[in-house]
């Protein structure tokens, strides 16, 4: 089968009662975790954007705090990991202002990481390609927030 687009489905939806899109909502929250996490963003989070940040920094802290640093192998696949769920979450909330705030927090945790990360090319490669990302993502944004981010960043420096 093949997938409508976003315009066709878009089309669609509009045709739909009130009751139908709660249903055709509640069904597709049944199927995938992702999608239910995007509902409950949406309907819980999405007004409060500062706890929503506070709430994954939390998370990140746990996942950090749990890594298994006796080789830099299960240190590499535990940082993936907590990247992978960190981009999720950036996707769900499309703000510049709180992709910039994550990265710049998981720069963070990764540089004060033990065993130190400049010891391992593949994660400071992460370090940097993250930080990177931070810093092109804060181009977008106004130049009073950009200056305080910037601060942020330059201690961040390996």
Same mark, same amino acid.
């Given at each position: 089968?093949?997938?409508?687009?976003?315009?066709?489905?878009?089309?669609?939806?509009?045709?739909?009662?009130?009751?139908?899109?709660?249903?055709?909502?509640? /069904?597709?929250? &049944?199927?995938?975790?992702?999608?239910? $996490? #995007? =509902?409950? +963003?949406?309907?819980?989070?999405?007004? %409060?954007?500062?706890?929503?940040?506070?709430?994954?920094?939390?998370?990140?802290?746990?996942?950090?705090?749990?890594?298994?640093?006796?080789?830099?192998?299960?240190?590499?696949?535990?940082?993936?990991?907590?990247?992978?769920?960190?981009?999720?979450?950036? /996707?769900?909330? &499309?703000?510049?202002?709180?992709?910039? $705030? #994550? =990265?710049? +927090?998981?720069?963070?945790?990764?540089? %004060?990481?033990?065993?130190?990360?400049?010891?391992?090319?593949?994660?400071?490669?992460?370090?940097?390609?993250?930080?990177?990302?931070?810093?092109?993502?804060?181009?977008?944004?106004?130049?009073?927030?950009?200056?305080?981010?910037?601060?942020?960043?330059?201690?961040?420096?390996?």
């Amino acid at each position: 089968m093949k997938a409508a687009t976003v315009t066709q489905l878009k089309k669609e939806l509009q045709h739909l009662s009130e009751a139908e899109l709660i249903e055709t909502c509640l /069904r597709l929250a &049944k199927f995938k975790k992702e999608n239910k $996490e #995007l =509902l409950s +963003y949406l309907l819980f989070e999405a007004d %409060n954007e500062d706890g929503y940040i506070q709430s994954i920094k939390e998370e990140m802290d746990d996942e950090f705090d749990s890594i298994n640093t006796s080789s830099y192998y299960f240190i590499k696949k535990s940082v993936r990991k907590i990247l992978r769920n960190l981009k999720k979450y950036i /996707r769900y909330s &499309k703000k510049d202002e709180t992709q910039v $705030e #994550l =990265l710049i +927090y998981f720069c963070q945790k990764l540089g %004060n990481l033990e065993p130190n990360i400049k010891h391992n090319t593949v994660l400071t490669n992460t370090y940097h390609r993250q930080l990177a990302l931070a810093k092109n993502c804060l181009l977008k944004m106004h130049e009073d927030i950009q200056y305080d981010y910037n601060l942020e960043i330059e201690n961040l420096k390996l």
